[in-house]
């Protein structure tokens, strides 16, 4: 995904190892736990102050400090994910076989929704 401007993939990678070096696995590992946690929490709160106000959006205020606040725990679990990747290895092979997978699931359910549609034109439900 996009990371924008800034420091350059290996300068990043580097810092990340030095961090798991010199803090260790069982630390980073748990903090990555809490960084999880946290965005847990940052996305149920959004997410509880939606539901329970229909109007949320009209205070702009709270809307941007809990944007902002998932905002900063994706970074967060990012930084912490990457590490943990240090840690047990690369994941881009597993990434797109799950991809795939769901590729291929979005357009099964896809048919079925379409399939369906047609047979409720045709009074078939």
């Not at 903090?31 to 949320?56: G, W």
Request: proline share 1%; net charge negative; charged share 40%.
């Amino acid at each position: 995904m996009e990371r924008g401007a800034g420091m350059n993939d290996k300068h990043r990678d580097e810092i990340l190892k030095e961090a798991v070096d010199e803090y260790g696995v069982i630390l980073q590992v748990d903090i990555c736990i809490e960084e999880m946690a946290e965005l847990t929490k940052a996305l149920l709160k959004m997410r509880r102050h939606k539901e329970n106000n229909p109007l949320y959006m009209q205070d702009h205020k709270l809307y941007l400090n809990l944007h902002k606040n998932i905002l900063e725990e994706i970074a967060d679990v990012q930084i912490m994910l990457d590490q943990m990747r240090i840690v047990y290895g690369f994941t881009l092979e597993v990434e797109n076989s799950k991809i795939d997978r769901l590729k291929t699931r979005l357009e099964r359910d896809k048919k079925l929704i379409k399939d369906m549609e047609r047979d409720a034109q045709h009074g078939k439900y």
